[in-house]
């Protein structure tokens, strides 16, 4: 009966409107790509042992790398950009029938190649790369032309037209390494890190960058532009290049500059947030920011860790950095600003051809913002055991710090499901 209701109020099934996929979108790709977070999770338990001992070659834990990053947050930066380019672009939003096709495209084509590679698998490998090459494609062409036909440049434009030219340059570099391995050729250690560099320094990292430079300035207290924008997206675009040319011509001076311009990035974007109301006590007092905020910590965490293996060569140190930034600082971002777009897309979703014939919900009956204290705690804390865990090499308590992640994954798709269910109290 709830899973019915549930596709009653997302109006499945019926004729395609705006109404429709202003919610039916963001939550297709946020579910998927959670579910695969999860999937991924239970993976890396199945790998730990490989994990703990800091050997990342095998197949396995490849494969865990990809379900992480494509199927979990690609996925839920996908949904994300559906719902947010035509809003600040004041642009019509994507076809609904474009976007299930760009959703199947990618998301058999990364089931496809993770199941390859996990089973060194060449026909899965060859085909789940071609198929999701063809869904991400389809992905930058249905928004980039949205992003650069919008006559006045802003902070969102340069930042997220610069994340999907990264995407593009991604699946080139991840096209090569994936004929190199479906063909049995050498895979050198030099290029995937330059495909590493390009996937989440460009992607992911300026994508997420745009998206909080623009959300802090709606949900902040201050509501500051901030000042060191561009000078973020310069030194986050050089860095990013001075660290592929560095790994590809293994240079390591380059890697070095390439490493601390990276840091001075860093240093102007949260320069940036702290004015925008980071730190404010009223400001914090939001969960959902509150959530954020411990995403930055985790951020500060990854640029003390990767300073660290940089400068001391502790490679070993990759690993609890790579995961302080993709779970910790995206997924836990994520976290956050879900629990502040969520309620407005469903408000609209649900009470906007409405509005004005009666009492409507207020935004905090639809999603209660107390609801946000247990998803962060549970990820904050499951993250930071993970840490430990690794750095102690105990297995109960990787263990520990994974099903504490998965736990807070579930309760935030759980507290949207809620939020699209109902009932939602009306004022009296």
């Not at 860095?239 to 102007?268: R, Y």
Request: hydrophobic share 55%; charged share 10%; with cysteine.
């Amino acid at each position: 009966m709830a899973v019915w209701t549930l596709l009653r109020r997302l109006r499945v099934g019926r004729a395609y409107t705006e109404q429709t996929s202003l919610l039916s979108v963001p939550l297709l790709f946020w579910t998927t790509g959670v579910c695969s977070i999860v999937l991924g999770l239970w993976r890396v338990w199945v790998v730990h042992r490989w994990i703990l001992s800091g050997f990342v070659g095998p197949g396995p834990v490849i494969a865990c790398v990809h379900l992480f990053t494509l199927g979990g947050l690609t996925m839920l930066m996908m949904g994300a950009l559906y719902q947010l380019v035509p809003v600040l672009t004041n642009s019509k939003p994507v076809s609904f029938h474009r976007i299930i096709v760009q959703w199947a495209f990618f998301t058999f084509g990364t089931a496809f190649f993770v199941v390859g590679v996990n089973n060194d698998w060449t026909l899965g490998i060859a085909t789940g790369a071609t198929v999701m090459v063809v869904g991400i494609i389809y992905f930058v062409a249905n928004l980039a032309g949205r992003v650069w036909r919008e006559p006045e440049k802003n902070i969102t434009t340069w930042f997220f037209a610069s994340s999907l030219a990264y995407l593009s340059l991604t699946i080139v570099i991840g096209g090569f390494l994936a004929l190199h391995l479906s063909t049995g050729s050498p895979v050198y250690a030099t290029d995937v890190a330059a495909h590493i560099t390009v996937a989440l320094g460009g992607w992911v990292g300026l994508l997420l960058i745009g998206v909080s430079y623009r959300l802090w300035a709606m949900f902040g207290r201050k509501h500051r532009e901030p000042r060191y924008w561009l000078l973020t997206w310069g030194l986050a675009n050089l860095a990013i290049w001075l660290l592929v040319a560095g790994n590809l011509a293994t240079s390591k001076w380059l890697c070095d500059v390439g490493w601390l311009t990276q840091v001075a990035a860093f240093l102007g974007y949260f320069a940036d947030l702290v004015a925008a109301g980071l730190g404010d006590r009223r400001t914090m007092r939001d969960p959902a920011l509150q959530t954020v905020a411990v995403s930055i910590a985790f951020l500060i965490v990854w640029e003390v860790l990767g300073t660290t293996a940089t400068f001391q060569h502790h490679s070993r140190l990759w690993i609890p950095a790579l995961w302080a930034y993709g779970l910790g600082w995206t997924g836990m971002s994520f976290m956050g600003f879900v629990q502040k777009i969520m309620p407005f897309m469903v408000w609209l979703h649900r009470y906007a051809h409405v509005h004005g014939k009666g009492k409507m919900p207020r935004l905090e009956n639809i999603w209660r913002p107390a609801w946000g204290y247990a998803p962060m705690i549970s990820a904050g804390l499951g993250i930071s055991v993970f840490l430990v865990a690794y750095g102690t090499n105990t297995s109960v308590l990787f263990g520990s710090g994974l099903c504490l992640q998965v736990l807070a994954w579930l309760m935030l798709l759980g507290m949207g499901v809620r939020s699209i269910l109902g009932p939602h109290r009306k004022p009296d």
